[in-house]
Every structure is written in C-alpha cells, then in structure tokens.
DNA sequence: TTGTAAGCGTTATCAG
DNA sequence: CTGATAACGCTTACAA
C-alpha cells in the first residue's frame, strides 16, 4: 500500500501538493507539476487509508444501516425480500457518492449507538425500529439519521423517515372491496391496531380501511379487527379457527401485508375454500410472492428500490446540510388487481 | 467522546495503564490502580475509535461481504431470500466476536479489491462470485478469503470454500424419481451444464443427477437437459414451449434451483397442466416459498443459517492461523418430501 | 506555487 | 508495576 508521502518522494514534490493534486485543488498547482504527480499517483495504484481520515476526523464515509428485530423473528427477518431489496437499493445509492455500508443488527440501542461512536458513521439508517428506540437514538447521537418504517404521531417532530402512503394504500384497497360489493370486510394484522399506543405502519393501513368503511357508512365492527400472532405455529391455528367460523360473516379480508396474505390464502385453500369464490384476499406491499401465489394476489405495490433510493437521498440532504427539521416522506403506492378477489351480488343492490 | 489520555488524566494515571486495564493485562497492573482505573473507565462510557486501530494496523475488525452479480440481475439479487438469510447469519456469527460487517455490490473486481484495501479489512467473504473473479482477488490481495457457492474443480487448489454437497442432494431426488417409478426425468437450469467450461454450482447438481440415471442404466439425453434463459420474460416462453411441446416426452423435471421450480409449477398450472398428475416436479433449496406454493415443492434442503455461520467460522480459522491451506467444506443436505411428485406405474413393472 | 509541521487516538516498545 | 514516546497516514493551516 503505496502512501502519499512516498508517492511524493517519486514524484520529486511535497505531500501537500500530492495531495492537492489528488483531490483536483487545480488553483493550487501548477498544470506541470500537476501532469507530474498525476502520472506518478496512475502508476502507484493508490488506494487512500481510511483509517488516517477517521482519526483525522475528515468524515469516516460510513453509513451504518441498523436493522432492528423483535427476538422472535431474528432469523427471519433478513428473508424478507423487502428487507433485502431495501438493501440493495441502499448500498446502490450510497455507493455512487463513495459511501460505505455498514450492516448491524442488534435489539441492543446501545451497542447500536456504540458501534456508530466507534466508527465515527457520518449517518444511521434505521430500518424498522420502533418511534420509542428511535428518540432514544436521538438523544444520544448526533448524527443524522433516518427511519423506514418507522410509525411517527403527528404530535412527534424533528424526525427524518422515509415511509409510503400506508393510510392511501389502505383505503384504496378497501373502497375497491366495497366496490366489488363486499359489506363485511375484515383487518388482519400482527399489530394491535385497536391500541391508541401500537406503533407499528399497520395502523395507518386500518386508518385508511376505516375511514373507507365509515364513508359508506359502514361502522367498524371490532371483531373483525384481528390482530394475529408474530409466532406462526399459533398464527396459523388462529388462522384455521378464523375459517371454521366462516370467516366471522365476512366475505372479504385485507390482511396488512402480502406475507400474511399468502399464507392465509394457502391456508384457507388447503381447507378447501376456494379463493376467491368463498372468500376474498387482498394483501399490501406486493411482495415478488404475490405473483407467485394462486391465485395471484390483489394488492397494493410500493418500489422498494426507490424507497431505498430516496432513504439515503434524505440521508445525505441532512449530512450536507446539518440541519434536521422534520421530514415525512411518503412514497405513492398503486393499487394492483389481480385474482384473489371475487365480485360480490350484494343483497342492497 | 472521551480518549485514553483523558481518561488517563482524570484516574491520575499514564494511557498505558488505562491501555493496560482495558485489554485485561492484569499482570501489568496492581490491583489498586486497576480498580481506579477501571471505575474511571466505567463511569466514562469509553468507546475505542476504530480509526486509531486501523491507522496504527492493530486490525480494522471489519470483514468485508462481497456480493457479485450478474448484470441482469442486479436489482432482484438482494431479494432473493437466500442472500439475506446468510447476510443475517453471517452478521450475528461475527458481530459475536466483535466483528463488522462491511457490505460492498459490485460487478468490478478492481472497485471490491479497492474498497477492502482502503479499509484494511481483515477478511472477505466473497458470495456468488465465479471462480475466475476468485483467482482475480486472491492474486491481488493477501487477506483471507471465503467463497460461498463459488463452484471449483478438482484440479484447483489454495481456496476456502463453503458448500453444500451439491452432488448428493442432486443424486438423491434423481433416485427418488427413479423410485417413483420415473424414466424421463429432465433437467433444467439456468447455467449450460454440459459445457465443459460452465462455472456454477448446478453442474455439480447436474452431475448427481448423471449419476443416479448412469446407476439405473438410463443414458443421459441431451434434449432433456436444459438451460433456461436468465431473463424473466424469455424464461417463461421457453417453459411454456417446453411444456406445449409435452415436457419432451418426460414425467418429472428436475430444477436447479427452488425459485426456477416455483415459476415453472405456477406457469405449467396456469396452463392447465395438473401438477403432480400431469408432470412431477422437483427443486433444490427449500427456500420458504417452497411450502407456500401448491402443491407443495418436494426438494433439498440446505441449513442457510448454518452455512452463513460455517463461513464466518472457516475465514476466522484462516484469519488466526494465517493459513491458507484449501478448505471446501460441502455441508450436508436433506432431502424433503412433499407434494409435487407423483407414482408413475411404469411400464417395465 | 510549493513545502513544513502539527494533530487526530491507539498501541507497542523500552526505559525507569 | 508505571510512564514516556514514537509510529501509523492523512489533512490543513501556515510559512516560505
């Protein structure tokens, strides 16, 4: 590993002026010397020593992605394809700018924080924590930082996250429900979305298929607002017990994400349902699965790519500028039809 | 962030003393100032700067995990579940002995090598990378290295690789079929297996496959082994043509891989084919998508978890002992019966 | 336009 | 047992 000290000692010229030439500082040297040192600098392969910019404190060009998991699903997690594509379009995006990733997972927020001190990160990526880990973040590091997917209160403030349009997304699909004619449609989520202190996007998901029931003038029935369980031996009990009591009158379910739509969707077809004939599916997220299963899903897309794309935008507009007012990005989400929902001959009409 | 020297300061004592404390050289150290020292450390919320270990070469602790791709698939390669399990299994395993996880795409040998020198990393894990781009890096670079997947023949030598015993689960469904009563069986992949030169994983699947046939006496037919296309769209006409053409003349196909199984059971279903009555199929992996599919996918089964953490373990030995002594660990399979194979009343019986 | 030198935080060496 | 010191490579302020 050839330095910039040796280099100039073959370049018959000082380090300061290496160095110059390095990072194009052309006012600073002259056009000879410069050609000089640029040929030197071509043939000695130099690859700059990162550890000399982080004790030097010239910024680290790290940015440390932090998955956060509930213990239960620790294993799983990162067989998510949304978590990998995310991924992926991150380490993409920050590449382009000389940025490097890297990836930690860990429940802990403090060794979290002490991984991103030690390194000296120049911004946090934190993918799926919760509101309340975040501010303990906040509060503790002051570097920029943004969430995917993190649930914020409209009374939270000073956060950056990069989110979709969960509430649009979810009275989109349930107006198209209601459209098909169904009257009796149920929410299916791993969250307690009933709870006013969940903190999860699925809420805004049921915000958006209440506010499209209550606009029929539909009351929300809270029975058919299930919250499953996170441990899938039990959920796919709670899910067989759902079916046997007919769905509990309903006709139709939106589940909060594809994977749980899928799965349900086996389930209820391995019983003998038929989808969508004895009942409706509809997931959200529109997964590469959703097209794999059958029936294909009717759902509701988010690019993931571009989510991962605008993440580290934001993330860079708040290492640039140092500034950290409240940003809420939501990304638009589109509705996709596809096979997994029947029309309905509703007795009104 | 608080250093050695202040700590050192406020204990009234030299760095080296508080250096002596936190590395646990207990020898050099009296029991009284250690336990001064070591309040004084506690109370600080030290956290080493990692830039003074890798400008001061005492090892970077970063491991560098690099992802190749092809370029037709560089946006989808992240999804697949694959890569992110042993991501997630590799991160904990390392993350264990304090070790980080630096995730670097790139299709440009020269960048990959670049960004592991720039950081000093002491190890690499290379994921998906051919055996030529292998023999590329380890000219280049003095670091260890370990490949996952990258497919080697016998008369290479001096690399570290973890496998799967490819050959055996490729031999062991080929038997199955047989013992179901199967003669024609295909084989069907995205690498061209009959060339000599093919560089990839399947034609070791491949060759279990030309084994099992060999045993029973059966000749391999070129027509029934084929190479799929990479590309989504020309994939799928080439399966429905397969399948308008009536499978060549066969009753099982085996597939190279779990994901390729899947799209071709979806598509051979939607054209009316009954699967398993019509055409058994098998696949290779059993990724999570393979018991949500109907029917459910008969298949090998790799422990991902426990190759991301063999992996970890095998760059760590090599990185201890400096050794570079060829490894291929080929971690076992299992195979998984399910539902998308069916009897064939042979003729001979 | 070019060069000199200080400083970043850690560790290892060596002297006390 | 304890402490002083040099070294790692880069950047930048400042001197020439």
């Known amino acids: 590993m050839i330095t910039i000290k040796e280099m100039a000692e073959i370049a018959g010229v000082s380090p300061t002026t290496v160095a110059n030439v390095l990072h194009g500082?052309?006012?600073?040297?002259?056009?000879?010397?410069?050609?000089?040192?640029?040929?030197?600098?071509?043939?000695?392969?130099?690859?700059?020593?990162?550890?000399?910019?982080?004790?030097g404190n010239y910024g680290s060009r790290i940015i440390a992605v932090i998955i956060s998991y509930n213990n239960d699903r620790q294993e799983t997690l990162m067989q998510d394809p949304f978590v990998g594509a995310i991924l992926g379009a991150m380490e993409k995006e920050m590449s382009k700018s000389g940025y490097f990733m890297m990836l930690y997972m860990n429940p802990n927020v403090m060794e979290c924080l002490h991984m991103a001190m030690a390194w000296n990160v120049e911004g946090i990526i934190l993918l799926g924590v919760d509101r309340s880990a975040y501010y303990e973040f906040r509060s503790r590091l002051e570097v920029p930082m943004v969430t995917i997917d993190t649930y914020f209160k409209d009374s939270d403030t000073s956060y950056a996250n990069v989110g979709l349009q969960d509430f649009e997304g979810g009275y989109m699909v349930t107006e198209y429900l209601l459209d098909k004619g169904h009257r009796e449609i149920a929410f299916l989520s791993v969250s307690d979305v009933l709870l006013k202190t969940t903190d999860a996007i699925d809420v805004s998901r049921y915000q958006g298929y209440k506010k499209a029931l209550m606009e029929k003038g539909i009351k929300v029935d809270k029975e058919r607002v299930r919250k499953l369980s996170k441990e899938e031996k039990e959920r796919l009990g709670q899910l067989e017990d759902f079916a046997r009591s007919g769905f509990g009158g309903c006709t139709s379910l939106f589940f909060a994400s594809d994977s749980l739509a899928i799965e349900a969707l086996n389930i209820f077809q391995d019983m003998g349902?038929?989808?969508?004939?004895?009942?409706?599916?509809?997931?959200?997220?529109?997964?590469?699965?959703?097209?794999?299963?059958?029936?294909?899903?009717?759902?509701?897309?988010?690019?993931?790519?571009?989510?991962?794309?605008?993440?580290?935008?934001?993330?860079?507009?708040?290492?640039?500028?140092?500034?950290?007012?409240?940003?809420?990005?939501?990304?638009?989400?589109e509705f996709i039809e596809r096979d997994s929902v029947a029309e309905k001959v509703n007795k009104e009409l």
């Not at 600098?41 to 990162?50: A, D, H, L, T």
């Not at 571009?306 to 993330?315: C, D, F, S």
Request: aromatic share 6%; with cysteine; charged share 30%.
């Open 273 to 333: 349902y038929k989808v969508p004939s004895d009942i409706s599916i509809v997931g959200f997220d529109n997964i590469s699965a959703s097209c794999q299963c059958r029936p294909k899903l009717t759902t509701v897309q988010q690019d993931i790519f571009q989510r991962g794309e605008y993440a580290i935008k934001v993330l860079m507009e708040q290492m640039e500028k140092k500034s950290q007012k409240a940003i809420n990005l939501r990304l638009p989400v």
């Open 25 to 55: 500082r052309t006012k600073k040297v002259s056009e000879e010397t410069r050609k000089k040192v640029q040929k030197v600098i071509e043939k000695s392969n130099y690859v700059s020593n990162m550890g000399a910019r982080l004790l």
